[in-house]
């Protein structure tokens, strides 16, 4: 009861709640229940109290969260999140800064938009003339010579000039995934002798934040929206998958098998989490 008294009597004398000039920069979480100026930054975060030893921070698309100790008073807390205001800082700004990436690479779906595909663009056109053996769609290159930063592909799909937004997106999204299916496959069958391992079924997944996962079984699940990487980003992934089929964790032993196969892929890794995929 006495804990409980003096925690009270602390969180009612805070002195953050003092009045403060207005800063430039703010980063709030839509559950903030406190309020903190790190370096002349407002930082508004979630704070929760539970049952744990230590404060611990973390930094998502809401904003920061902190998470401390019942019995741990308020002062000692804003102590801890002043002395990690420097990494608090940078963690939110890169995820405002990836959030403004992704918003600006979202997808307008209509004639003439541009989507990545294996790493380049690609320009949508719409085709009412032909249904393209049945399948929707047909990538093209251009053989003539194109500028710099322009590019030659093109995706015609069957659709009328006055097709809806979301039919041009799930056509085209049909499309990509019939690519993804195709190439995945080729994929885990090029590795896969390599690695020594079998896989036995391949399902494509929507996760939000999953690229893969693999089973004992040798079942395989790959994200397709990873159609839109490069080829050698696509490759770490599946052989990331296959990896689990010899180490089931992320021992150093399993980071070793697949360093073995995609020595580089640490960056491989870091292109997935910096560039992205488009907003659909």
Known sequence: MTNKLLQFTLDLFDSSSVA????????????????????????AYQFKRGKRRSIGFAVGAEGLTVSAPKWLPLYEIDKAVVEKSGWIINKLQETRDRHARL?????????????????EQVIVVLDPRHAFGGI???LKSSDADTLPGVTH???????????????????VQAWLMRQA?????????????TLGVQWRKLSLSSAGTRWGSASADGSIRLNWRLIHFKQSVIDYVVVHELSHLRVMDHSPRFWDTVRAVVPDYAELRGQLKDEGVPRW
């Not at 918003?103 to 790493?119: H, K, N, Q, V, Y």
């Open 20 to 43: 403060a000039p207005k800063p430039l920069l703010t980063f709030r979480h839509p559950r903030a229940a406190r309020e903190v100026l790190l370096d002349g930054i407002s930082v």
């Open 136 to 138: 929707g769609a047909e």
């Open 181 to 193: 299916k195709r190439i995945f496959t080729e994929r885990l069958n090029h590795f896969a002798p």
């Open 103 to 119: 918003e600006s690479a979202r997808i307008d779906w209509r004639d003439g938009t541009t989507l990545p595909f294996l790493g």
């Open 153 to 171: 592909l093109t995706l015609q799909v069957g659709l009328p000039h006055m097709a809806t937004p979301e039919q041009i997106r799930d056509a």
